[in-house]
């Protein structure tokens, strides 16, 4: 079955700097990848989701990128600061699940200090 | 924006009881989830539940594990009797499709003791 591997498991940057996630997985058929947030307390909150090969999404402070060739997501947060400190999840799932499980990685702690 | 509601938040329980944990799902959501998070650990998936049903399960959804939405009111995951190894944050999740996005709960954190 698939595997996520995340790393690594725990970052910390000064406010300001960039701070890079990656996550590998191995199912050749995974077709929809997720970055998640998780402020302590609160349940998940989606950052992007990402379903094409190759691809550089970029949202609020953040880019993804997609390497199917190689079976690696990433997250780079482009200029961390401290309200991005949680923990971050990457999650995958094959296009032909149609009920759609996730396979997530094991999480980012992230501490961004002021 | 819409939100899972998991209740309670927190559930301490002797080992061999029963427990419940309780999700309200997005109003409109048709599929549910549970995923099971041992501390330090990734999410995991137990359950899908549509139409009623359960559809799939991993084999981390053992036998003393149960789910049920009677009446379009709480998804609930039941564990008949527990175990210490059963000490995990439980994650409740909804969607309204199969292409839809997930919204998660805040889970439950259960201690068996």
């Known amino acids: 079955g698939e595997q996520v591997e995340q790393r690594p498991p725990h970052l910390s940057v000064r406010e300001g700097d960039s701070a890079v996630i990656i996550c590998t997985y191995t199912d050749p058929n995974s077709y929809y990848f997720f970055w998640y947030k998780q402020e302590p307390g609160a349940g998940l909150q989606l950052l992007m989701k990402?379903?094409?090969?190759?691809e550089i999404n970029e949202g609020q402070g953040f880019t993804v990128l997609l390497n199917k060739k190689d079976k690696q997501l990433s997250l780079n947060l482009t200029a961390a600061h401290p309200g991005d400190s949680a923990v971050y999840f990457c999650?995958?799932?094959?296009?032909?699940?149609?009920?759609?499980?996730?396979?997530f990685g094991a999480g980012t702690q992230l501490i961004v200090i002021p | 924006g819409p939100k899972v509601l998991q209740i309670p938040s927190h559930q301490i329980i002797d080992m061999g009881q029963m427990v419940t944990l309780n999700c309200d799902p997005v109003s409109n959501h048709l599929y549910f989830y549970w995923y099971k998070q041992i501390l330090g650990q990734q999410m995991e998936f137990l359950v899908n539940f549509y139409n009623g049903k359960v559809m799939e399960k991993s084999k981390l959804f053992k036998d003393q594990f149960s789910v049920e939405r009677p009446d379009g009111s709480y998804f609930t995951l039941k564990i008949q009797p527990t175990a210490l190894e059963d000490s995990a944050v439980y994650f409740c999740?909804?969607?309204?499709?199969?292409?839809?996005?997930?919204?998660f709960g805040s889970g439950t954190r259960l201690l068996v003791i």
């Open positions: 999650a995958v799932s094959a296009g032909g699940s149609a009920l759609g499980r996730l396979h």
């Open positions: 990402v379903f094409s090969s190759t």
């Open positions: 999740a909804s969607r309204s499709g199969r292409r839809s996005d997930y919204t």
